[in-house]
């Protein structure tokens, strides 16, 4: 069955260290790749998403992910996280054969100290 | 320009009762999305419009979950009865055309509690 796994359920950081949160998918097609996050007491808003072309894609207030096709692998990162980034993100895969069908993964907390 | 809203946020409901959920999406929005997110798992798609045709349902336990998109804008999501195990948020999306190219963009969801 098609997945999205999130490895982390939750991470803590300090302000100004780098993140990074894995995602991996099972499905051996071609696929669109998104990036969601969810801030406290915010609606589901889009992060980032890949579509084709270069694989490293710059999302919203300095997030960047990563396609790697070799392993199925879509990692979120930021260089340097703010006490602001606090927030769930989840990865989330289309699989080109099933139209505007989003599957989510489930989710990794990061909490940031200030 | 306003988002996607639903209504009510927050429901808490015995066993066996039935609840409506319901939701406006973003004005000129075709496609309209509902899913379900239960505790720490992410969003699961049970059912997609475009317009006023439910063109992916495959998710929706049929027994008593029911949906309707009237005149292709508002929509409803019934449970009839419902049980314990239906608590989670339930969001509503909306986009602009069916493909995953067109984002969709999400409400702030109904939270359900089931006695």
């Known amino acids: 069955a098609q997945s999205v796994s999130q490895h982390n359920h939750h991470v803590i950081l300090s302000e100004a260290a780098s993140l990074e949160l894995g995602c991996n998918y099972s499905?051996?097609?071609?696929?669109?790749l998104f990036w969601y996050v969810q801030y406290p007491g915010q609606h589901l808003q889009l992060l980032l998403k890949y579509f084709s072309g270069d694989p490293l894609v710059k999302g919203i207030k300095g997030f960047e992910a990563e396609f790697i096709k070799s392993k199925f692998s879509f990692n979120l990162r930021k260089p340097s996280v703010q006490w602001s980034d606090t927030a769930e993100y989840f990865c989330a895969v289309n699989p080109y054969s099933s139209a505007s069908k989003i599957i989510f993964g489930s989710g990794t907390r990061l909490s940031i100290r200030p | 320009e306003a988002g996607v809203v639903q209504s009510p946020r927050y429901k808490i409901i015995e066993k066996k009762q039935p609840v409506a959920f319901w939701c406006n999406p973003i004005?000129?929005?075709?496609?309209l999305y509902w899913y379900r997110q239960n505790l720490g798992q992410g969003p699961e798609l049970l059912i997609r419009y475009e317009n006023e045709e439910a063109v992916d349902d495959s998710q929706l336990p049929k027994d008593r979950f029911s949906a309707e998109r009237l005149k292709g804008v508002d929509s409803t999501l019934k449970i009839q009865p419902a049980e314990l195990g239906d608590s989670a948020v339930y969001l509503c999306?909306?986009?602009?055309?069916?493909?995953?190219?067109?984002?969709?963009?999400f409400g702030p969801g109904t939270r359900l509690t089931v006695l």
């Open positions: 004005s000129g929005h075709n496609t």
């Open positions: 999306a909306s986009s602009f055309g069916q493909s995953s190219y067109n984002e969709q963009f």
């Open positions: 499905y051996g097609g071609t696929v669109n």
